[in-house]
């Protein structure tokens, strides 16, 4: 497609369920970004991707948020055991340049998560 | 770290009047990128414009202008001939210019626009 795309647009989930939310950026940007926004406030960074490694994952906030990237396409923002402070959209973005530059970020729709 | 502050949370203009939103922020950097996004309902960032700091001229875009005064770190944006369009949240970011990509936004302010 010609823009990024994020699945699914809404989630609705019980405390304590898995959870997996995918990005599918613009086809040959290398970087890719997860972010976090929750109700009333700007987004936060979650962590980015240089190809298919986390070049920064600085910004996810326990051990039960992971992503991954694994052929330097798709990503796939994976939270497990979810607790209801996990509810927020999960925004993704990706962009040509990476390192160094001010390439410009192109956001999705974002991914709205609701943990119950 | 840096922090990027927008001390108004809402904000009103009338159809084809000015506005100008406000920002501020903190860093120890003396270079990094300064971006001004929109955010409708349909939730997608839409970069607006966007600021080096090392360039002393201010950024312009069409109808969007920003005015940033690198030692007062401020950083607002001007909408001229407002349009119902633009009714959106906004949000200021800062970036780096090396080291991490990471965007730190601002809280965001709510723009409405009168017809």
């Known amino acids: 497609g010609a823009g990024v795309s994020q699945t699914p647009s809404n989630k609705v989930t019980e405390k304590g369920k898995y959870v997996e939310l995918r990005c599918d950026p613009i086809s040959g940007h290398t970087a890719l970004y997860w972010y976090r926004q929750s109700l009333g406030q700007g987004p936060e960074f979650l962590i980015y991707f240089q190809g298919t490694g986390a070049a920064d994952d600085s910004g996810l906030p326990n051990d039960r948020f992971f992503a991954v990237r694994p052929e330097g396409s798709v990503s796939t923002l994976k939270i497990q055991r979810t607790e209801r402070g996990d509810s927020a959209v999960y925004l993704c973005?990706?962009?040509?340049?990476?390192?160094?530059?001010?390439?410009?970020?192109?956001f999705g729709e974002g991914s709205r998560l609701t943990v119950l | 770290a840096q922090t990027v502050t927008q001390s108004q949370p809402e904000m009103s203009v009338q159809e084809a009047e000015t506005v100008t939103l406000s920002c501020t922020y903190d860093t120890s950097e003396s270079d990094y990128y300064l971006f001004w996004y929109k955010q409708p309902p349909s939730r997608q960032m839409i970069l607006v414009i966007r600021q080096e700091a090392y360039k002393q001229q201010n950024a312009t875009e069409n109808r969007f202008s920003v005015n940033f005064q690198k030692a007062a770190k401020s950083f607002s944006l001007k909408i001229s001939d407002s349009q119902l369009g633009d009714a959106a949240m906004y949000f200021c970011a800062y970036r780096s210019r090396g080291g991490s990509e990471k965007l730190v936004f601002g809280k965001g302010m709510k723009l409405t626009v009168n017809p």
């Open positions: 973005a990706s962009s040509l340049i990476g390192t160094g530059g001010s390439g410009e970020l192109f």
